[in-house]
């Protein structure tokens, strides 16, 4: 797998969920962290959303 670079801690901050006008849900998740690697706080988010394929 490979040697370890650190200690890195997260929180969950918040989920966000958005709808569009046809009806698609997306969500938004927002953490916050630190991490014993240069003093570098840490913060970051993901959205998760349903991508469309061919001609959906």
């Known amino acids: 797998m490979g040697n370890e670079i650190g200690k890195f801690s997260?929180?969950?901050v918040?989920?966000?969920y958005i709808q569009d006008a046809n009806g698609?849900?997306?969500n938004q998740t927002n953490w916050?962290?630190?991490s014993d690697v240069g003093g570098y706080s840490i913060r970051d988010a993901h959205?998760?959303?349903?991508r469309p394929y061919g001609n959906e």
Do not use: D, F, P, Y
């Open 32 to 34: 916050k962290g630190t």
């Open 24 to 26: 698609q849900i997306s």
């Open 47 to 50: 959205i998760w959303a349903k």
């Open 10 to 12: 997260l929180e969950h």
């Open 14 to 16: 918040s989920n966000v």
